[in-house]
Structure formats: C-alpha cells, structure tokens
C-alpha cells in the first residue's frame, strides 16, 4: 500500500506561520511552499512510484499551479482517446466527420475503447492530420507514432491545457463540452481511488489507462461543490508498483491538492 498518504496530505497544509515557531531556542524551518501541491511532497511520491512522476496542476479559479516534471514527456495512453475524441467532436460541429462520430467519442472516452480510438483517428486522417489538429491548438510538443498502438507522448502541462481549452473553454460548443464531461464521468475510471479521495460532494470526470511497461496516465477535472474546477494530470513511467498501488499515487497526489484548495462555502445571505 501506498506509505504515508496522511501525513503527506498534513505536511502539505501546514501554515508558514506554525511553521515559523521555533520549540526551543531558534532554527532555521524548512521553506515554506505555498504552491497547491508542494515540491516536498512530490519528492516523496516519486520515491513511492519507484519510477519516474510527471504531475500538473491547474485552479482554475485562482490561477495557482503546481508541476512535478510537468515538462517532460509521458506515455500518452489514455489520453489520445480524449484528444481524438475533442478533435473529433470539433470537427462534427462543422458536418466534416462521420455520423457515427459520437457513438465512437462514448467508446473511447467513456469504456476506454482502443479500438474506437483508432478508428477516430482514421477518421480525422491519421496521426499527422490530428498532429496539425493540436498545433491549431497550440500544442506543437505532443508527438503521436506513427503506429498508433504505440500512442506517443505528451507533457502533464500541455495535458492540463487541453483539459482546460476542451472541456472549459471555446473550443467546443456547450453541448459537445457537456457530452465530452458526461462521458467522462461515467468512464470506465469511476470506481478509481481518486474520486474516493474527494471531499464530500465533489466530482470527478476522469481519462485513466495504464500500459504493460508501468506506465499509467490519469487526467481529471475535479468539480468542487462551490468553487472553480481544478485539473490535474498525473503521468507514472517505468514504475514495479502493482496496478492498484498506481493508482493509489494518483489519489494520493489528488488529496493533496483538494486539501490545499477547499474553502468553505458561502454561508446563505
């Protein structure tokens, strides 16, 4: 099991001012990381993954982020399903895709479906057609193989920017944006242990795959009873961990986060 979760979660929302009181004498505290998941608490994480951590963090509401080699490029997994899916979508809007589009979208989003993924991105030209279709996006770092098997690679911050333009922003018309997070929620990652680790009432629309190498990709938008989203990408590679433990870093890493962004709800006028 995953150590320490708690006591990760307590060290992260610890005040600058608790940490500032010396008990006897003075001495010099560790440095106060006001960021919404501390570096502290990444250093330790990545040594419980026993491989490498790439996470991104984005309030939507405040602005705040956090990474952990959120620059660095992962196994795509997942995540080339929902960004065929948001390319897709786009495109049907404009009455350039098959009319099959959206049950393919709910396959590959929804139940995590390869082979409606694949079929996705045939139908889009490939993957250099939805190469292009990402650079219009502003993502020119992503690389898709040629073998689509093989998926290609992606940054936990240009994951989080397409969580955050697709599903928040202009890209897509309401409706599409509201079945893309319908289908998102009810994946086949419903019963993963990071909508476990929400505060009570809060939501998750989730894309999560693991592969054969011990590599795992989960993207998220957490919906907060009274606040803004929060988006979060979290990449594990080359890691011995077990499946199930992987997964639990992942909620491990969303329990740090919600307990340095919950705030209380406005209290009725």
Do not use: K
């Not at 350039?96 to 996705?120: F, G």
């Amino acid at each position: 099991m995953i150590l320490r979760p708690l006591l990760l979660a307590l060290l992260a929302s610890i005040s600058p001012a608790a940490q500032a009181q010396p008990a006897f004498g003075t001495h010099e505290p560790r440095s106060y990381d006001p960021r919404i998941i501390p570096n502290f608490s990444f250093e330790v994480i990545e040594i419980e993954t026993r491989g490498r951590l790439g996470v991104f963090a984005l309030d939507t509401g405040t602005g705040q982020e956090a990474g952990w080699a959120e620059h660095q490029d992962f196994p795509l997994h997942g995540t080339l399903n929902f960004l065929a899916c948001g390319a897709a979508l786009e495109l049907a809007e404009r009455s350039v895709m098959p009319p099959d589009t959206e049950d393919l979208c709910q396959a590959a989003v929804a139940l995590n479906d390869t082979a409606a993924a694949d079929w996705l991105l045939y139908a889009l030209g490939g993957p250099a057609a939805l190469s292009e279709r990402l650079a219009s996006w502003g993502d020119r770092s992503t690389t898709l193989a040629p073998d689509t098997a093989a998926r290609g690679r992606i940054t936990p911050e240009m994951t989080v920017h397409h969580l955050n333009h697709l599903l928040l922003g202009n890209t897509l018309n309401p409706a599409s944006r509201q079945r893309l997070l319908n289908w998102m929620h009810t994946s086949s990652g419903r019963d993963h242990p990071l909508r476990a680790s929400l505060p009570h009432g809060w939501l998750a629309a989730i894309i999560s795959a693991t592969g054969a190498d011990g590599s795992s990709a989960t993207s998220a938008l957490i919906q907060p009873v009274c606040q803004p989203p929060l988006l979060i990408a979290i990449f594990i590679e080359n890691s011995t961990l077990p499946i199930d433990q992987s997964m639990e870093i992942d909620a491990e890493i969303t329990r740090i986060l919600t307990e340095n962004t919950s705030l209380p709800c406005p209290s009725a006028p």
